[in-house]
């Protein structure tokens, strides 16, 4: 298991004095601010964040060493990461997205379908996409009770019951 978790994304500036649009993962999305210490891919610490305002879907944030737009604008993209440990614990049927990523997806025969690339949103349910062997696309899995009953974290595995022609 990942010892990093996604906690949001910083896309961009927010005015011109240096605030930072952030859209925040967390159940609870103004608690990204309690995790910090934030990390990002190329190794930067972010001691200090400070919501400063709600904006629809996201929040305007500033961050420590973030003075101008173009300090804000440089940041487009970045991920936060979160230590594993700084985060609350999750009930039994609750995942982080980092621990599904790479389990292998078998149907309930047994039958190894396909590896979890990446787990993804649409706004309504959260979706699995699917690395399939012998198939040079992805395939996109809704991540429900009735699609995935099983997932078993110890095992590395998923058990789905795919729609009837899925693929």
């Given amino acids: 298991m990942s010892t990093d978790i996604v906690v ?12 930072v649009r952030l859209k925040s993962f967390c159940a609870d999305p103004a608690a990204i601010a ?9 190794g930067r610490t972010i001691n200090q964040l400070v919501i400063t305002g709600q904006l629809k ?21 970045v991920k ?3 230590r594993r440990e700084q985060l609350p614990s999750l009930p039994d ?11 292998a997806v078998h149907d309930a025969g047994g039958a190894q379908i396909g590896t979890v690339k990446d787990v993804m949103n649409n706004g309504a349910d959260d979706l699995l996409e699917l690395s399939v062997p012998g198939k040079s696309d992805t395939a996109l899995l809704p991540f429900t009770r009735a699609v995935v009953p099983t997932v078993d974290l110890d095992a590395g595995r998923i058990v789905a019951d795919p729609p009837e022609g899925w693929l």
């Avoid at 949001?8 to 605030?19: D, N, P, Q, R, W």
């Avoid at 309690?34 to 190329?42: E, F, G, S, V, W």
């Avoid at 049927?93 to 389990?103: Q, S, V």
Wanted: aromatic share 10%; hydrophobic share 35%; proline share 2%.
């Fill in 8 to 19: 949001g994304t910083l896309s961009g500036a927010f005015g011109v004095h240096g605030e």
């Fill in 34 to 42: 309690d995790y910090t210490p934030l990390t990002t891919d190329d």
């Fill in 57 to 77: 879907g996201a929040f305007s944030v500033r961050v420590d060493g973030v003075t101008t737009k173009e300090d804000a604008d440089a940041l487009r993209g």
């Fill in 80 to 82: 936060l990461y979160a």
């Fill in 93 to 103: 049927d609750e995942f982080y997205h980092a621990d599904l990523i790479g389990l």
